[in-house]
């Protein structure tokens, strides 16, 4: 019977052994696989997507690339995809309600994860609730996506190009247009050889010696010249820099604005000419008078008119003049002979 016991006890021994080094591995095991410890320490949130990317349960989830946490289930909620996963609970302060979820990429290979981007501001997400979710930037999708539309941009603009649209499609496509720029080529390559000939202007002015000389000496004047003009040298640096000039001048400007003023107000014999609508009219009457007077004496009117178209009137009071020089004349060689007095006394 003792010996019964002592076997048991021997049994039990082993078995208790046996289960702590089961329960030490299942431990181990636990904290190696990225579980993010006992369920005490781990909390569940839930993500909405359109396509998870080849997301799948298990793959890591990681706050700010630290695997923190582990994707549980992935289910269809509609037109879109459920995750659940669940994070440590030490990390609940950090994914708040301004955190993101996207799908990320572990490897080239191709292994999904889900990362968050932390965030110590906003209010921590409670337990099973939903974060907010984005596009994962630069996908491989997106990419082929991209250089399809690419690649059929391409295929439309050689479309346009064979149907001669636009200056490309024509220049390839238009023989016309291509025979000009075939002569404006020729043209601009003759031009070139004239040059390198020294024909015309500015063919002598690229190979002539004297030529370029002659132009070095006028630069050299007009720099010498715009010196004088600038040290106030000559007529025209004395107009640029003299101050008593300027002063004179701006007096001057003065001048003439204090005469315009007084001209627009009316001051003087010609501002009233200008302002004075009265005189204006006096004026005007005068020189209506006057074409008047000298209307009648172009057509003959009047005695005055007479004495300027008249001939014959006009030799007679010359004759008539002419015999009264004489009768003075007559008068100052012998005056007793037209001047003689008689007295008579009664």
């Known amino acids: 019977m003792p010996r019964t016991r002592s076997l048991a006890w021997a049994e039990l021994r082993i078995g208790l052994l046996a289960l702590s080094a089961i329960v030490a591995t299942a431990i181990v095991v636990f904290l190696l696989s990225g579980e993010g410890g006992f369920f005490w320490q781990r909390y569940a949130l839930r993500a909405r997507f359109p396509n998870v990317a080849g997301l799948k349960t298990g793959a890591p989830v990681r706050v700010a690339g630290v695997e923190v946490g582990t994707v ?163 007529s025209l640096g004395k107009l640029l820099n003299d101050d008593a000039f300027a002063t004179s001048l701006s007096s001057t400007t003065k001048n003439l604005d204090s005469v315009t003023g007084r001209l627009n107000r009316g001051e003087g014999t010609a501002g009233k000419i200008l302002t004075d609508d009265s005189l204006y009219k006096r004026i005007d009457a005068l020189t209506a008078r006057l074409e008047e007077v000298t209307t009648k004496l172009s057509s003959g009117d009047g005695t005055a008119a007479h004495l300027i178209n008249d001939r014959q009137l006009y030799d007679n009071l010359n004759k008539a003049v002419t015999e009264l020089n004489g009768l003075l004349s007559d008068v100052r060689k012998d005056p007793q002979k037209y001047l003689r007095v008689k007295v008579s006394i009664f």
């Open 72 to 234: 549980k289930n992935i289910a269809f909620d509609g037109a879109q995809v459920e995750v659940r996963f669940e994070l440590a609970k030490d990390m609940q302060s950090r994914v708040t309600d301004q955190s993101v979820a996207i799908i990320g990429s572990v490897s080239l290979l191709g292994e999904g994860s889900l990362d968050i981007t932390p965030s110590t501001g906003g209010t921590p997400l409670a337990a099973n609730s939903y974060i907010k979710t984005a596009r994962t930037p630069g996908q491989l999708a997106d990419v082929s996506e991209q250089a399809n539309l690419g690649l059929i941009e391409a295929t439309n603009l050689l479309k346009d190009i064979r149907a001669g649209k636009g200056t490309l499609g024509k220049l390839v496509t238009d023989e016309k247009l291509y025979n000009e720029v075939n002569a404006f080529v020729d043209a601009a390559n003759a031009v070139a050889t004239n040059l390198r000939n020294g024909r015309g202007t500015l063919g002598k002015l690229a190979n002539d010696q004297a030529a370029y000389d002659s132009l070095a000496a006028s630069l050299e004047n007009l720099r010498q010249m715009t010196n004088r003009v600038n040290n106030g040298e000559g």
